[in-house]
């Protein structure tokens, strides 16, 4: 039986539960202006696992909610990954002393080879692979970046990334299903475990993406929408 983790998604916005459509900062839906009651909550119908990103962060290139994510941590017992705005190795190793298990690199790491190679001296490093139309984006998938995706996971494999983390940015947010086509490409084309992000919407997507070989899945507003029950996600989870 293959376990796959469901990764409950919280994004944070000027200290509100928040969710984007496409990342555009101007389509905002609050779902909770106390996101540690809403964590409490979510724990309490059976999450685990959670895939923390901080909106502010990765729009300014500067950590922002770091302190209630670290309170956060307090309350999560499970597997816990953080991301947005993390751009050099000094917010990595505030992160990794909070203890977080998976500290998500995307802009920087995309940009800077140097950097890049340094995050070898670093086990929980997982790299933001955002993607529209199979073209990777960086600065808050804000920009287009001319790198080759086969080039990117050889070197993330040499450099020893913990997982990569595959969204689809034209889906996110948008309750239309997974890019299975883009994520077979590359499952196929890596053995560094994959968290699969964008679209996920009915509990048969989750089923897909285990059967896939999704190392993890990132449920975001087919949660907060009802459309999935974190009950439900986590049979098919570890």
Known sequence: C??????????????????????????VTVYSDNP??????????????????????????????HELIKRMRLKIKGYME???????????????ESGMDGIIVGTRALEDNAF????????????????????PMVRGW????????????????RIGIMAILSTSISRDGMLVGPDYV?????????KIPVIASGGVTHIDDVKRLKDMGSWAVILGKS????????????KYAD
């Open 82 to 96: 953080v991301g947005g705005g993390i751009r050099n190795e000094e917010d990595i190793g505030y992160y990794d």
């Open 2 to 27: 293959i376990k796959m983790k469901a990764l409950f998604a919280m994004d944070l916005m000027r200290n509100k539960t928040v969710r984007l459509q496409k990342g555009d900062f101007e389509k």
């Open 182 to 190: 883009g994520l077979k490409n590359i499952l196929s084309m890596t």
């Open 36 to 65: 540690l009651d809403k964590i409490d909550e979510m724990i309490q119908r059976g999450a685990c696992d959670f895939h923390i990103i901080d909106l502010d962060g990765a729009r300014t290139g500067r950590r922002t909610h």
């Open 223 to 234: 949660v907060y929408e009802g459309l999935i029950k974190i009950e439900e996600a986590v």
């Open 142 to 157: 804000k920009t287009a970046i001319d790198k080759d995706i086969r080039q990117i996971l050889e070197t993330s494999e």
């Open 116 to 135: 890049f190679e340094k995050l070898s001296r670093f086990k929980n490093i997982i790299l933001g692979l955002d993607l529209l139309n199979g073209i």
